[in-house]
């Protein structure tokens, strides 16, 4: 697996000590049809990862962005 450094300091200590901070992180495939194990766990995934399939969807069909956005909007979320 690839390891990433981000500097998001400097941060220093109480003795003007730059200090460091070293994290390990679990990268995780949301794509819609990808990561069904992490989608099926999380309804915020699932609803995110179908919103992101549409709007790709409809930019491939030739809608601009902010029409492919409504339109997958309203298909998530149709009104009454």
């Known amino acids: 697996m690839p390891v990433i450094s981000i500097i ?4 220093y200590g109480e003795n003007k000590s730059l200090m460091t901070l ?3 992180a679990n990268v995780v495939d949301i794509n819609f049809g990808s990561g069904e ?3 099926a766990r999380c309804d915020a995934f699932q ?3 179908f919103l992101v399939a549409e709007i790709r969807k409809n930019l491939r ?3 601009k962005r ?3 956005i409504i339109a997958a909007i ?4 149709p009104r009454p």
């Open 66 to 68: 902010d029409a492919a």
């Open 61 to 63: 069909n030739g809608m």
């Open 74 to 77: 309203e298909t998530r979320i």
């Open 47 to 49: 609803g995110y990862s």
């Open 37 to 39: 194990a992490a989608l």
């Open 8 to 11: 998001i300091g400097p941060y």
């Open 22 to 24: 070293e994290l390990t």
